[in-house]
């Protein structure tokens, strides 16, 4: 059998280790083991999301027009329904998004260390990806890649996830008006609930963006302030031909009928999303205390996470050590990167972490 | 900005009608709206199923190796786990191996009418899609045109959707002993359960098919007769060589944290499901009894579905008919024929539409 000559260059893409395996591996009991690698909501989902859940309904497709949902954010977002596209997961509208402009010699642009999906989606449709020099997002480099390369698509993560910095709303209008109407340009706003909390600069408003850059989708996910990153639901706001193009590659009853029920749910509890972000910014200053106690570069984040990088710290042997002792973290290498990125967990947890940090520096 | 030329050419999936809608259009009552349309199970979710669920666990990630649930489907099959990919529905699977095998000038090779998905995810690849002459699966119908066109993939489904009628195991074997191990040979066993019950000699074993035809992937599903239409959990068995393949173009986390709880318990009902499917074929024998007494035409079916099609009744309006009443089955007219199928549904669904039916007949 002749598999497409694509996979050849193929590395799937690495996930956090789950709890499971850390079990199965080394033995440690479920209950005490942290894990801190995902970028999860540690204080879970709304207990308003969890008791609407109706099971009953696990034997039924759902909705397939996920009217409701759409509805919910077209309200939340000031858009109209048919300005969203539904994912399972964000991640899911990145590979629509390469898979509608697809054709030989796709190119993309992204950032020197950044969402590997974006890459990894690329290389699936066997489109060139470009990164920029810089590892975080300088768009000075980003608007010469774009006028050397010509690139298809443009992501910009705004924050950027594994770093953590966030470009601020005018600098990203700024670079949009030198690109052409041709050029898609993925604004992914998976974390933004957070950096709009920090920072009113860095707040994306995606109606504005989708009406003054009718090439720009934005993507929001569920995952992350919305706690329900095991049901995999994201969104997409764009201007009405690109969500047509892009319901063309969605295949039907692509989130399950609970994730539904639970994202509908999820978005009308702000309060909930509201109350987890200001704990996650209180819990983040002790990481952040702790670096500068202990002489540890980190990156300051808009995010629920902190990327620590340090000549003081080898990143594998510390994630190795930390993972002996039940504490599962993301580890940076596989980007290329002496660093690692800790989700910023529940005050006990960072208590556990840091203390744990702590030892092994003291080894 | 220029969508894929493939994009074109492409409708999308016509999912059966959602409860929600008819709600929404006929202002029914949503208890008094019987949805069969889309093969559920009428009989829901096993209460083990139901009970089993930690809802607690929305937030987090999905052990995204499927351990456990690979375990369970490599012990019920007897194959081993790394004979195993886990879908988003069977339907995702299919998009795996196109996507695996994709080429200029793929072409895929299917029966006269079947399973929508095969041709619309080969279309969004661009593949051409071949179909037989005749609706039903014809064997010597697929040799001729494999012989002719040599399709890379061949889809056989067994039972078929949406007609319902099944190959038996002895007559795939003959064909496959004909086929070049370079074609993909998909068997696509979603209603496969159902064909066990009824007819051992239409009964597939997916280990016994992948030693000795090791290019087929078996495909099975939790959507039918496990009652989880609505969690999206598929399965595809095949030679390691061939998941390997579909393991790169699988996402991270393509299914839910829920529905990996959900499958790995359903998995362990088969009660259930024993008495579910048993149920199914008592029903059936009413709607057959119905077509005999009314001289309607109806295709003997080994899945949890009966087709009629018959000149006496003109199917989009009788379906018309029926939504107007709060009944929802699946028209066929845009699969070019008058004909409709209904899901067998439980005993007092099954009374009213066999009511409905007949008051449509008479007026």
Not at 90 to 117: N, P, R, W, Y
Not at 217 to 244: C, H, N, P, W
Not at 303 to 329: A, M, P
Request: charged share 20%.
């Amino acid at each position: 059998m002749h598999f497409t000559r694509v996979l050849q260059h193929i590395t799937s893409y690495e996930a956090g280790k789950p709890i499971e395996l850390v079990v199965r591996e080394y033995g440690i009991k479920r209950e005490d083991i942290i894990k801190l690698a995902s970028n999860e909501n540690p204080y879970g989902t709304s207990p308003k999301v969890l008791q609407s859940i109706q099971l009953e309904a696990m034997s039924l497709y759902p909705d397939d027009s996920y009217y409701e949902l759409k509805d919910g954010l077209a309200a939340h977002y000031g858009v109209d329904s048919q300005n969203i596209v539904i994912g399972s997961g964000s991640d899911q509208i990145i590979e629509f998004c390469i898979h509608a402009l697809h054709k030989e010699g796709l190119k993309i642009l992204h950032a020197g260390v950044t969402f590997a999906m974006y890459g990894i989606y690329a290389k699936l449709y066997g489109a060139e990806v470009i990164k920029t020099p810089d590892n975080a997002h300088n768009l000075a480099q980003f608007l010469e890649s774009y006028q050397t390369h010509k690139p298809d698509i443009i992501f910009l993560c705004v924050p950027n996830n594994p770093l953590g910095e966030c470009l601020e709303s005018k600098q990203i209008e700024d670079f949009l008006a030198q690109i052409s109407p041709d050029t898609l340009v993925v604004i992914d706003g998976a974390y933004q609930e957070y950096a709009t909390y920090k920072d009113s600069a860095r707040s994306i408003n995606p109606s504005h963006f989708i009406t003054t850059y009718p090439n720009v989708i934005y993507l929001g996910t569920f995952s992350k302030a919305y706690g329900l990153g095991g049901m995999r639901v994201g969104y997409g706001i764009a201007q009405k031909d690109i969500i047509t193009a892009l319901h063309k590659v969605r295949p039907p009853f692509n989130i399950t009928t609970l994730s539904l029920q639970a994202a509908i749910q999820a978005l009308k509890d702000q309060e909930f999303i509201h109350s987890c972000i200001q704990k996650n910014f209180e819990e983040m200053a002790r990481y952040e205390k702790f670096a500068k106690d202990h002489a540890i570069e980190y990156i300051p984040s808009y995010t629920n996470f902190i990327t620590y990088h340090s000549d003081k710290i080898q990143s594998s042997k510390c994630c190795q050590w930390l993972l002996e002792r039940g504490i599962i973290v993301r580890d940076l290498a596989s980007y290329g990167l002496n660093a690692f990125r800790i989700t910023i967990g529940t005050k006990e947890q960072n208590t556990r972490v840091l203390a744990c940090i702590q030892q092994y520096l003291e080894q």
